[in-house]
T-cell receptor
Framework: AQRVTQPEKLLSVFKGAPVELKCNYS??????LFWYVQYSRQRLQLLLR??SRESIKGFTADLNKGETSFHLKKPFAQEEDSAMYYC???????????FGSGTKLNVKP | DVKVTQSSRYLVKRTGEKVFLECVQD?????MFWYRQDPGLGLRLIYF???????EKGDIPEGYSVSREKKERFSLILESASTNQTSMYLC???????????????FGSGTRLTVV
């Protein structure tokens, strides 16, 4: 069965420090992985997707099929990065996404 | 440029009431979804729809039903509201097929439902 695990409910870092939000998944086929972000009082929005291999707002994520992980990284955190981050998975044959429980990132000044 | 609109931002209902949550999208998306968002549990899929008049159960459909009479509108119905249905409800839409991987979901701003 498909499952997305985000082990950290809360991650606090200081401004300028590196940040890594962990995401592990289980899926029997070849999934597509995504990160969504929800800033305070805003709607949930797509941050980045594995299929595009992009860097958005300084964030990158590498799919490690051996470790079944898709960790989100940024070398220098900014206060405006404070938000709720959700890792999500979708199978190639389906249009629905499975979400992790979310990690709240708090970047301290 | 709001693209997925949920009719109510906050809603308070009494136990046993029938509750309707409305969602409208203007992007001509094939797929529409209802999730509930709870702290520590993330987003859990209630129901989704791939086409007009088509619906499929998600992971937690008990106590809910849905209606999709028009492509742009997807309604979530709580037949008899209970206190454990107090939650934030998120509607989302997406293009069909491989485009959903390219563009992901577009979410509404959510409806915070409190059942007393």
């Amino acid at each position: 069965a498909q499952r997305v695990t985000q082990p950290e409910k809360l991650l606090s870092v200081f401004k300028g420090a590196p940040v890594e939000l962990k995401c592990n998944y289980s899926y029997s086929g070849s999934p597509e992985l995504f990160w969504y972000v929800q800033y305070s009082r805003q709607r949930l929005q797509l941050l980045l997707r594995h299929i595009s291999r992009e860097s958005i707002k300084g964030f990158t994520a590498d799919l490690n099929k051996g470790e079944t992980s898709f960790h989100l990284k940024k070398p220098f955190a900014q206060e405006e990065d404070s938000a709720m981050y959700y890792c999500a998975l979708s199978g190639r044959n389906f249009n629905k996404f499975y979400f992790g429980s979310g990690t709240k990132l708090n970047v301290k000044p | 440029d709001v693209k997925v609109t949920q009719s109510s931002r906050y809603l308070v209902k009494r136990t046993g009431e029938k509750v309707f949550l409305e969602c409208v999208q203007d992007m001509d998306h094939e797929n529409m979804f209802w999730y509930r968002q709870d702290p520590g549990l993330g987003l859990r899929l209630i129901y989704f729809s791939y086409d007009v008049k088509m619906k499929e159960k998600g992971d937690i459909p008990e106590g809910y039903s849905v209606s999709r009479e028009k492509k742009e509108r997807f309604s979530l119905i709580l037949e008899s509201a209970s206190t454990n249905q107090t939650s934030m409800y998120l509607c989302a839409s997406s293009l069909g097929g491989a485009d959903s991987f390219t563009y992901g979901y577009t979410f509404g701003s959510g409806t915070r439902l409190t059942v007393v």
